[in-house]
């Protein structure tokens, strides 16, 4: 199935220990470039997800943003050492009892005084598993809507190939006729000089003017390329680099028709296929 490179998926759980949320953002790249961006506490997750996107994903640079917003509840609570916060103010007491004029402990400077509040540690082994399940998710809706607007970028394509073969079609059944309205011109042009032919060398000259117009070859490879580019298109698998390098072999007949033209139809005919071949280049930039 063909794939577009540019799409976007979002992917939020709400877990007990907080909300997960994933965005992924991908455009067309010659390869897979990858980007993420994520809290410290999933470092250690991050080859694991590397290697899910690596797996499910062939080109296209694509940016991973995740985010965990803690649950409110999680983070509530206080721990105090309460060890450290007894030897703190026995300590101040003993100081109290240096002093000539003793203060009061104050409970609020004891809880600023470093150790004595301890941060809560969030178990993080449901979390990274919950992160797991998310990107997968995400990923779907990331590759469904490549596919969605694959499907779309392949009809236009195919649309665009039916448009070049029919030019090719034309071409073919009119060059015959191309051929000897050129070669009746310059009969006309030479009967209009009135000097004596040699018509046995002018038949060779004719002759070989229709080689050098000669574009079967030409038109036969565009119709190999078309063939190949339908077959390409409905392959279920990555066929961006395929398909544009079809493009680049179309443009090369296409210009070669242009050079050998000795009519004001083929040359319209080449100019139209240039047109129609850079359309599909363009679309086909984005094809995974």
Known sequence: MTKSMTAYARNQQSLDEGELIWELRSVNHRFLELHLKMPEEFRASETRFREILQHRLKRGKVEC???FNTNVQQSASINIDPVQAKALVRACHEINDLLHQPSEVDSMEVLQWPGIIQESKLDMKPVLTASEIGLNKALDELIANREREGERMRDLILQRCESVQQIVDQTRDKM?????????????????????????????????LAQKMDVDEEIDRLDSHLKEMNDVLNRDEAVGRRLDFLMQELNREANTLGSKSADISSTNASVELKVLIEQMREQIQNIE
């Open 176 to 208: 015959p006729e191309i051929q000897e309205r050129y070669q009746k011109k310059i009969r006309e042009r030479l009967d209009t000089i009135e000097v004596e032919v040699n018509h046995d060398r002018l038949e060779q000259e004719l002759v070989h």
């Open 65 to 67: 943003f995740l985010r």
